[in-house]
């Protein structure tokens, strides 16, 4: 499966991308490209399942990776808490936040954490439980020992943090 640092990395550099090239007033908050990568990574909270479970019962990985968390549902939930919440402002910090925009974000990040997983690794079943139909490309068939998808997650992270310093120079922070 593709990394963490990918999962996250894809959906925020597309929101940051729309944000500053194509969404001109900038109007869009930085937390809600946070938030968007962060959900790049919430499909992956059923590992964190599978290790609790594996304490009380004998379940393997594949009994619970790739399923609930997988499926076009799982995004669907938050794109409907979305339409549910409008107008409604959530405070984070000093900032105040659209919720139905946090909700948005978060359905964004999952749905692009299946399109990685469906793309670059293995098979995701988009409609689970109802229907096992798979879909899976596995663009990355031969891993090179293990080395190429850890690899991917390095170059892009490279490339993201030359990004932050040319555009916000963040070692000042450092
Ligand atoms: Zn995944």
């Not at 107008?87 to 000093?94: A, S, T």
């Not at 170059?155 to 963040?170: G, M, Q, R, S, T």
Request: charged share 15%; hydrophobic share 55%; no cysteine.
């Amino acid at each position: 499966m593709p990394h963490a640092v990918t999962h996250v990395l894809f959906p925020l550099v597309l929101v940051d991308l729309y944000r500053n090239y194509l969404h001109k007033a900038k109007k869009i908050h930085l937390h809600y490209v946070l938030i968007a990568g962060l959900a790049g990574l919430l499909p992956d909270i059923d590992v964190v399942v599978y290790w609790l479970l594996n304490g009380f019962m004998s379940i393997s990985l594949s009994d619970i990776h790739r399923t609930f968390t997988h499926t076009l549902f799982f995004p669907l939930i938050f794109l409907i808490l979305g339409f549910f919440t409008k107008g409604i402002k959530v405070r984070l910090y000093k900032d105040k936040l659209k919720l139905n925009w946090v909700f948005y974000m978060i359905a964004f990040g999952i749905f692009i954490h299946l399109i990685l997983d469906a793309v670059l690794a293995g098979s995701i079943k988009p409609f689970y439980p109802f229907s096992y139909y798979e879909i899976g490309l596995n663009l990355i068939k031969n891993n090179l020992e293990g080395t190429l998808l850890p690899g991917i997650d390095a170059i892009l992270l490279f490339i993201w943090l030359i990004h932050l310093e040319l555009k916000h120079k963040i070692s000042d922070y450092i």
